[in-house]
């Protein structure tokens, strides 16, 4: 397993099983999930304690991987240096964000291979270190597809709608909960079409893509995580690229 892969795993009925120390949910017929940071370096353990007291661990090391560095030039100024009131405004907005993704559903839609949810050219690759208008960044969470402003965005599988807001950097967000804490989220949108509580079925369209927050162009950002685990969803995708646009 490489550094940013979700995890998914199947134990017998009545096990118990954890993840670094950690309790993991499992579903009812023994699904549940976990996932390696993106910059993890250290072994992570998962424990099974079976219905008959043996338990049985798996150490999982992660693969280190090479990250790109790119630069990002002609974004909107006040993005890249936000003053004071808009520093708060992304603080409120980031607190939201990481409260929601304290949730645990019971959901295991998270177990089926996802789809790419736009077609376009992969104009950003996960984990990349960013230089925006001359100024390191924090690294690229996710992967983007370029595409037409308008372009409809996807359901990559089933899930529900856990929040769909305008935030400053993210522009147009929408988070969708696929169960177990595993989460992928969409921003820059131009529009979004679902609400809160909304159940989505695979290629089911949320949104469409746009240039909303700190964007050059229209694009999809498409991130997931598992909890605040930051994730690579390329890497669970059914094909290594986006459809062409």
């Known amino acids: 397993m490489e550094q940013g892969a979700l995890i998914v795993g199947r134990a017998p009925g009545g096990t118990r099983v954890t ?20 910059d993890r370096t250290r072994a992570a353990t998962i ?14 090391t992660p693969k280190v ?13 006040h993005t890249v240096t936000p003053d004071p009131k808009q520093v708060a405004r992304i603080k409120e907005e980031h607190a939201r964000l990481a409260a929601a993704r304290h ?7 998270f177990a089926d291979p996802f789809d790419w949810p736009a077609p376009g050219i992969m104009s950003g690759v996960f984990g990349s270190y960013r230089i925006d208008n001359g100024k390191p960044m924090s690294p690229h969470m996710g992967v983007d597809m370029a595409n037409g402003e308008g372009t409809p965005i996807h359901a ?6 856990l929040l769909t ?6 522009g147009g967000f ?51 995580n598992w909890f605040q685990v930051k994730l690579d969803p390329s890497r669970v995708t059914r094909t290594p690229s986006p459809p062409k646009a």
């Not at 670094?20 to 993106?38: T, V």
């Not at 645990?104 to 839609?109: N, R, V």
């Not at 929408?174 to 979004?192: E, I, P």
């Open 103 to 109: 949730t645990d559903s019971d959901h295991t839609w």
């Open 165 to 170: 807001d305008d935030f400053f950097l993210e």
């Open 156 to 161: 990559p599988t089933d899930a529900v709608v």
């Open 19 to 38: 993840f670094d120390g950690d309790p993991l949910r499992l579903s009812p017929d023994g699904l549940f999930a976990c996932g390696l940071e993106w």
């Open 65 to 77: 991987r090479q990250y790109d560095v790119q630069h990002v030039n002609g974004l909107p100024q």
């Open 174 to 224: 929408t988070l969708l909960d696929h169960g177990h804490g595993v989460f992928t989220h969409y921003m820059h949108q131009s529009a979004r079409l679902v609400k809160v509580g909304d159940q989505v079925r695979r290629g089911d369209i949320i949104g469409k893509i746009g240039k909303t927050g700190r964007a050059t162009g229209p694009h999809l950002h498409w991130g997931m």
């Open 47 to 60: 424990t099974a304690k079976f219905p008959d007291g043996t338990t049985e661990s798996t150490s999982v």
